[in-house]
T-cell receptor, first 113, second 110 residues
Framework: SAVISQKPSRDICQRGTSLTIQCQVDSQVTMMFWYRQQPGQSLTLIATANQGSEATYESGFVIDKFPISRPNLTFSTLTVSNMSPEDSSIYLC??????????FGPGTRLTVL | TQLLEQSPQFLSIQEGENLTVYCNSSSVFSSLQWYRQEPGEGPVLLVTVVTGGEVKKLKRLTFQFGDARKDSSLHITAAQPGDTGLYLCASTYNTDKLIFGTGTRLQVFP
């Protein structure tokens, strides 16, 4: 298993600003993932972050809007840039352990005014 | 793009009732996972089913994988308020990315 923490747990931000979300894992993992969960909805994959390479973004998500860093095997950040109210969501990171099993962080609840 | 449809979208029941949640896809699943998410937390894996026709039980929860591996169901017997949450099916479809279903929000009243 893996224990994942995220910071901040929640934030309220002004339109046009940026927020960086941190994800810390208690063990070294190859693959980390960032998801968005809009209010009342399911999870949508934003990007896959592997250490030592650029993140791979899903359709509808771009690096300029959601830059990701993966400096080592236990840490990653996701930045939500130039925020608008439509970015209000829960952002979750997850890691893959032993094949296809994924463990999720508690999420960061973002509200953009 | 793979699409996993779940039904019902919402379910509100009394404690002690039984319920079934369904997950359907137009494509064959490589394997299928069921997660539960409680407010303020990330999803937690309940079970993984791999073989067509497979049935797995986890206390009062019974998971079934369709013979053709394109559908799955989750049955809860004698639901309790602690079962309240968002239930999500998910599959990788033999890729390295987990695709989630549309979700079923369950509320169990005492």
């Amino acid at each position: 298993s893996a224990v994942i923490s995220q910071k901040p747990s929640r934030d309220i931000c002004q339109r046009g600003t940026s927020l960086t979300i941190q994800c810390q894992v208690d063990s070294q993992v190859t693959m980390m993932f960032w998801y968005r969960q809009q209010p009342g909805q399911s999870l949508t994959l934003i990007a896959t972050a592997n250490q030592g390479s650029e993140a791979t973004y899903e359709s509808g998500f771009v690096i300029d809007k959601f830059p990701i860093s993966r400096p080592n095997l236990t840490f990653s950040t996701l930045t939500v840039s130039n925020m608008s109210p439509e970015d209000s969501s829960i952002y979750l990171c997850s890691v893959e352990v032993q094949g296809t099993e994924q463990f999720f962080g508690p999420g960061t609840r973002l509200t953009v005014l | 793009t793979q699409l996993l449809e779940q039904s019902p979208q919402f379910l509100s029941i009394q404690e002690g009732e039984n319920l079934t949640v369904y997950c359907n896809s137009s494509s064959v699943f490589s394997s299928l996972q069921w997660y539960r998410q409680e407010p303020g937390e990330g999803p937690v894996l309940l079970v993984t089913v791999v073989t067509g026709g497979e049935v797995k039980k986890l206390k009062r929860l019974t998971f079934q994988f369709g013979d053709a591996r394109k559908d799955s169901s989750l049955h809860i017997t004698a639901a309790q308020p602690g079962d309240t949450g968002l239930y999500l099916c998910a599959s990788t479809y033999n890729t390295d990315k987990l695709i989630f279903g549309t979700g079923t929000r369950l509320q169990v009243f005492p």
